[in-house]
């Protein structure tokens, strides 16, 4: 047996507990997906985020990346928040961070890691922004979580600096951003509290006007 054997065992056994619960489950997904959530978390494989959150298949819109970054320039994680905002019609945005966060981490440290410094140069930025807070905090652990959570907020500011999300917004729709972090130790999910559900919380320069083509 490969040791890769066994995921395909289990899948099996997935799949039929999945119908013996539910026997048209597989049919109903093969017609659509219509999920409310998009989920933008980390890329850990301690955070899965359907499981984390109680949702079937089909019920949760996911994107994952190292450290649960919104960049301007990744193209992946927008094509996924267009699909997900003007495809799906989601309603809710959630910025998933989890304390911990190797990633977080990583952006914490001086020594060279290689190709992804380049991919959390945004949170050392977080962190040079919050330095003289994140300096009080002694305990080191308890000032890498607090990055983690700075970072989140952060990500969700980027979501709503977005053309994607304020043309959403422009155009009537039901859409709200969150920022969220998970406890690994416990299983549970914390709300950061930085809810936004319009443009109005940006700085001006951040509030951008519809260009009358895509209205």
């Known amino acids: 047996m490969t040791d890769i054997e066994p ?16 026997p048209g489950f597989f049919d109903r997904l093969t017609h659509q997906q219509n999920p409310a959530y998009l989920w933008i978390g980390c890329a850990d494989s301690r955070v899965p985020a359907n499981e984390i959150v109680g949702l079937d298949p089909g019920e ?36 998933t961070g989890h304390y911990g966060c190797g990633g977080v981490r990583a952006a914490m440290q001086p020594q060279q890691l290689g190709l992804i410094d380049h991919w959390l140069r945004p949170i050392r930025d ?19 979580n607090a990055l983690c959570e700075m970072n989140v907020r952060e990500q969700v500011l980027n979501l709503a600096k977005t053309t994607i999300v304020q043309n959403a917004w422009h155009r009537g729709q039901e859409l709200s951003l969150h920022g969220w972090v998970y406890g690994i130790s416990n299983g549970l ?25 895509q209205g």
């Not at 395909?8 to 999945?18: I, L, P, T």
């Not at 977080?126 to 890498?144: F, G, Q, S, T």
Request: net charge negative; aromatic share 8%.
């Open 60 to 95: 949760l819109f996911v994107h994952r990346n190292v450290a649960n970054l919104v960049h301007p320039a990744d193209m992946n994680c927008l094509a996924v928040l267009q699909y997900a905002i003007e495809f799906l019609q989601v309603k809710h945005v959630i910025v």
């Open 7 to 22: 995921l395909f065992e289990s899948n099996r056994a997935w799949a039929m507990s999945k119908l013996r619960a539910d």
């Open 189 to 213: 999910i914390r709300d950061l509290g930085v809810t936004i559900s319009n443009p109005q919380t940006l700085a001006g320069i951040f509030r951008t006007e519809l260009n009358p083509e």
């Open 126 to 144: 977080v962190y040079e922004k919050n330095h003289a807070e994140l300096a009080d905090i002694i305990d080191e652990y308890k000032r890498l």
